[in-house]
């Protein structure tokens, strides 16, 4: 997504509007995202001098696996953000300041828009398709699942000698 700077400074204090679907199939693969639709970003951006401040919300819905079956799970999210942009030849894109130069006539805010997403991802989702956890597998060479209610009836056998222990001295 692209904004000529022309288009900003020709508005003066007055803000430039967008909304346009934007292609974010590059992080496609990160953060676990194993899908992602192209998303919705509208919003506004307003020039003051060589200044640039672009304040725009995004809205979309990507696939991420669930924590515990791996299965498809699908997350809507919408995004507020703001960036600033500088036109001023002096500043450096090496620095770690939060004001992002402008490279020529064009503002690109699709690596903005995807680093957005990218922080906006959950460490974790869970599916509440009944169907997925009724198909998942419950255990494995060494392993299994056990409900809350087992878990507290079984005893440890490492533990078994010192609940004999316990018994005595209750006597």
């Known amino acids: ?14 803000p430039f509007e967008f909304t346009e679907q934007v292609d974010v199939s590059d992080i496609q693969g990160k953060n676990d995202i194993r899908r992602i639709d192209p998303v919705k970003v509208s ?8 200044d640039i401040t672009v304040k725009f919300a995004i809205d979309g819905e990507m696939i991420l ?13 919408h995004i507020d953000a ?13 620095d770690e300041s939060e004001i992002h130069p402008v490279d020529g006539e064009l503002l690109d805010l699709k690596p ?9 991802v959950p460490f974790r989702v869970f599916s509440d398709d009944e169907e ?9 060479e060494g392993w299994q699942v056990a409900s809350e ?6 005893i440890d056998p490492r533990l078994e000698k010192l609940q004999a222990l316990l018994k005595k001295d209750d006597e």
């Open 1 to 14: 997504m692209k904004i000529p700077v022309q288009k900003l400074k020709a508005k003066g204090l007055e």
């Open 43 to 50: 919003g506004q951006a307003t020039s003051y001098g060589n």
């Open 65 to 77: 696996p669930c924590a515990r079956t791996l299965a498809d799970v699908p997350y809507e999210f």
């Open 82 to 94: 703001t960036e600033l942009f500088t036109l001023s030849p002096y500043a450096s894109a090496d």
């Open 112 to 120: 903005y828009i995807e680093e957005n997403i990218l922080l906006d």
């Open 132 to 140: 997925v956890l009724d198909n998942a597998v419950k255990q494995g």
């Open 149 to 154: 209610d087992a878990q507290q009836d079984k």
